[in-house]
């Protein structure tokens, strides 16, 4: 695993967790900033997420809150983690429907973008669609094959993650829109996704599991759902035999040039 120089914050023994005030000035700065930028562009059923879970602007939000009202949703709840998790404890977590939170926030320097999922990604991003029951299903559905998948097959289903769950869009009545919590956690990637510079495409799991991608730039290429219902539909298909079709074509061609070294 890769290191990070973020260290997770540990509750007290009464499980809170404290944070400083540049921290929490970090959280509102964010919050206040990515909802402006994500009006118009965010998924009608994430909207309804974030009014659901009623998120604090003034500070970093305590897990138990959190769970409160996912758990009274879909029975789903955050789990807090170090920075970053072997895939194996990744998969683990979401089987039992618990999804890994990193008690971190980035820094001021590193505002707009950072590598690791902090917990303005993770309970920003993601958490408002786990209130709603198909992206919960799929996401539950999703653990529990990886955490059966021999590690060649984990490295499709990280694709086919990649491509819904952090970085899907949707078409809707009201036109197309964004789902995937690795836009909608980030301010310049939320307007590029929905402009007319990046690639979209219509979603194929198949396809999804052969599309290499990167985790450092803009996405060239974007799936876009029929609808948000289209994952719950995905999750009672046979995905496993996908990624066993997907193994036995090449990838495609990426479409980014190579990390330099």
Known sequence: MKSTQYVARQPNESGFIHYGEAEHQVWNTLISRQLKVIDGRACQEYLDGIEQLGLPHER?????????????????????????????????????????VATFIRSPE???????????????????????PW???????????GLKASKEE??????????TIEFGLVDTSQGRRIYGGGILSSPKETVYSLSGEPEHLPFNPLEAMRTPYR?????????????????????????????????????????FPPKAA
């Open 215 to 255: 985790i450092d730039i803009l996405q060239p290429l974007y799936y876009v759902l029929p609808e948000l219902k289209h994952l719950f539909e995905l999750a009672h298909q046979d995905i496993m035999g996908m990624v066993k079709q997907a193994m036995q074509m090449s990838l495609h061609a990426p479409k």
């Open 110 to 132: 590193e505002l707009d973008y950072l590598q690791e999922p902090d917990i303005f990604h993770e309970i920003f991003g993601h958490c408002p669609l786990l209130t709603n």
């Open 154 to 163: 984990r490295v499709y289903l990280a694709r086919l993650y990649w491509l």
């Open 135 to 145: 992206f919960a299903e799929f996401t539950h559905t999703y653990g529990k094959l």
């Open 60 to 100: 970093i939000p305590q897990l138990d809150e959190v769970n409160q009202v996912l758990q009274g949703a879909t029975g789903w709840r955050v789990t807090r983690v170090p920075a970053l998790i072997p895939f194996q404890t990744f998969f683990e977590l979401l089987a039992s429907q618990q999804f890994p």
